[in-house]
Structures are given as structure tokens and as C-alpha cells.
């Protein structure tokens, strides 16, 4: 597994270098020198990586992610593809388990806001590992989504979450599940089956952690 966080940042960092500091991303009003700038508090400032959770901490956290934002751009994208082996979230005996998933999506946040993407064709062992954290945020993001869905990933599982009540079928590859149970759902390639309603407030709802 640590191999596909190590990838993952990898090319997201060479993608990051071609496209140059000011390129569009997923994530609403920020370019890629914004987001760059978050993965490098996340791994390099614990004093303030708490704030991308803790709202009490938020206010410190924009306040270091704009001091680190303008580093000069190739020390940036360094510190994104070079994380330091003292780092709580990066270091070698959690990086697969802490990075995976995030640095995939963070790739496709990039990826998938330039016109050209296209889908890529991820090895197996990558859509296994996701499959696992899809599971995972399933249960923590849909909890208290008014309705039952059924969120299946062919050939590698499936899980039921939500409140109950009327029924939806969340399905597509690995990846596309954790983009769209992350908040991307507009971004991700999934079908989604059931009632019009509970589908559209699916569709429009503030997932992610």
C-alpha cells in the first residue's frame, strides 16, 4: 500500500510542475499553488494541520497556508513531493494508510479540472486500498443521510449506509465511489439509481470529513 500513496503524490507533483502554480482545481477557489500549499501544512505544520478539521483552528490555518502559499512555486511542489520522514501523517510507517486516499484525490482534484482529462485505468491493488477507505466514508459521511443507500463497487464489495427509509444505489469503480463520497460528486463517474428526491439531495449534500 505505500507504494500508491508514494505514486500518487508523485505524479501529482509532476502534474502540478506542468501546469504551473495558477491552474484551476476541484476545489472550489483554489489553484494549484493553493493546494500545494495545504498538503504541505498538513504534513509539515501539526501546530496547524488541526484547523483542516477543528473549526476553532481554522482561522490559524489560512493564516499559515497563505505564508506557506507564497514560497517561491518550485520549493513548494519540492515540499509536496519530498514529505519530511518526521511528519505524524508521512512517515513510513503510516504513509500508505494516511496518504492514499488523499493524495489520489487531491490528484484528481487536479486532474480532473483541466478540459482534457480522461479517466485513468488504476491497477488493481491502488482500487482495493480505495475500496477500503470508500467503505469507511460511507459509514462516517452518509450517517445521517435520510435515506438508505446501498454503495457498491463490482467485483470488489459493497456497503449499506444512511438513516434508512427509502432506498439508493450508489455504484462505480473504487475511485469514482471515494471522489464522490469525498464531495465531488459532480466530478465523479457513478451511477446513482433510486428516487428522484432523496437522489438529488444525494447528488447536491456536503459529503466528506
Known amino acids: 500500500m505505500p507504494q500508491y500513496a508514494q505514486s500518487e503524490r508523485k505524479t501529482l507533483a509532476d502534474l502540478m510542475q506542468t501546469l504551473g502554480p495558477d491552474a484551476p482545481t476541484l476545489n472550489a477557489g483554489w489553484t494549484t499553488r493553493d493546494l ?7 504534513e509539515r505544520r501539526p501546530d496547524a494541520a488541526g484547523g483542516i478539521l477543528l473549526p476553532p483552528l481554522r482561522r490559524y490555518a489560512e493564516r499559515v497556508r497563505q505564508q506557506i502559499a507564497a514560497r517561491p ?10 514529505p519530511p520522514v518526521w511528519s505524524p501523517i508521512s512517515n513510513p510507517l503510516l504513509d500508505g494508510a494516511v496518504n492514499t486516499m488523499e493524495f489520489f484525490i487531491h490528484h484528481e482534484d487536479v486532474r480532473r479540472a483541466q478540459a482534457d482529462w480522461q479517466p485513468r485505468d488504476l491497477a488493481a491493488g491502488l482500487q482495493q486500498a480505495l ?6 466514508l460511507a459509514r462516517l459521511t452518509l450517517r445521517r443521510f435520510p435515506a438508505e443507500v446501498l454503495v457498491q463497487a463490482p467485483g470488489y464489495g459493497q456497503r449499506a449506509a444512511g438513516r434508512g427509509g427509502e432506498q439508493l444505489r450508489l455504484v462505480g469503480a473504487p475511485g469514482e465511489l471515494v471522489l464522490f463520497l ?3 460528486q459532480r466530478a465523479a463517474r457513478v451511477q446513482l439509481d433510486g428516487p428522484a428526491g432523496p437522489a438529488d439531495r444525494l447528488r447536491d449534500a456536503r459529503l466528506g470529513l
Open 131 to 136: 475500496w477500503q477507505r470508500a467503505a469507511g
Open 36 to 42: 500545494a500549499a495545504h498538503l504541505v501544512l498538513r
Open 73 to 82: 512555486w518550485e520549493s513548494l511542489v519540492d515540499q509536496v513531493r519530498r
Open 182 to 184: 469525498s464531495g465531488r
